[in-house]
């Protein structure tokens, strides 16, 4: 079942600017996820916060998340070229006996020159 | 070295066909799975094996069976093939997830499969 909304669905900057995309999820949550897809890629592991974070930093990679209003941001400042890609949210839903992670639809990225 | 390999990489064949994807972990994980990614980018989860026990089995067509010999294997094989099948599968490694929240996957490159 999908769980997270990204939004926007699509976004395109040039190289420099900075990009934030948002997503949304529906229940109570252990931790949320970023992942980034390269065409014709796997999904490469970005950044993990736990539900008692609300900010969180790696590189030019920062995710914040608010609990109460159910959603999360990710920022990446500076974009390059090789930033091109999808970005997906998943969540680790408490209470989910099973542990696994509800896909969100994702945010293509795309970083013009 | 590759963390999760997956072959073939592509995979195109005719309906009624079977065929096998195979998935292999260098992680040292426990756990494994099976994702299908539609034209839409839609990733949705199939199966998951915990020490080569099934602890996930999505709604997907029983012509879909995961096999694990072993914790570093999860292959995926697939009866009676349709076209509805096309997507691409990605399988996936974590930690035990057994008693905690679930950690991050390790993603292998994926088999696009083509069912003509």
Redesign the interface.
């Known amino acids: 079942s999908q769980q997270g909304e990204e939004d926007p669905q699509a976004l395109s900057i040039q190289e420099g600017e900075n990009a934030t995309m948002n997503c949304s999820y529906k229940t109570s949550i252990n931790n949320l996820q970023w992942y980034r897809q390269n065409s014709g890629r796997g999904l490469v592991h970005l950044i993990l916060i736990r539900s008692n974070e609300r900010e969180k930093h790696s590189g030019r990679l920062r995710v914040t998340l608010d609990t109460s209003k159910k959603s999360s941001s990710l920022l990446i400042t500076a974009s390059r070229a090789a930033d091109t890609a999808s970005y997906f949210c998943a969540t680790d839903a408490t209470g989910d006996s099973n542990y696994q992670l509800i896909w969100g639809a994702g945010t293509k990225l795309i970083i013009k020159p | 070295d590759t963390a999760?390999s997956q072959t073939p990489k592509y995979l195109v064949t005719q309906m009624g066909n079977d065929k096998s994807i195979k998935c292999e972990q260098n992680l040292g994980h426990d756990t494994m799975y099976w994702y299908k990614q539609d034209s839409?980018?839609?990733?949705?989860?199939m199966f998951?094996y915990n020490n080569k026990e099934l602890?996930?089995n999505e709604t997907v067509p029983n012509r879909f069976s995961p096999k694990s010999p072993d914790k570093a294997h999860l292959n995926l094989h697939i009866n009676s093939l349709e076209l509805g099948d096309s997507a691409v599968y990605?399988c996936?490694s974590s930690q035990d997830?057994?008693g905690?929240?679930?950690?991050?996957?390790?993603?292998?490159?994926?088999t696009r499969l083509t069912v003509l």
């Open positions: 999760v839409k980018k839609f990733l949705k989860i998951s602890i996930i990605f996936a997830l057994r905690r929240a679930a950690d991050e996957q390790f993603f292998g490159p994926g």
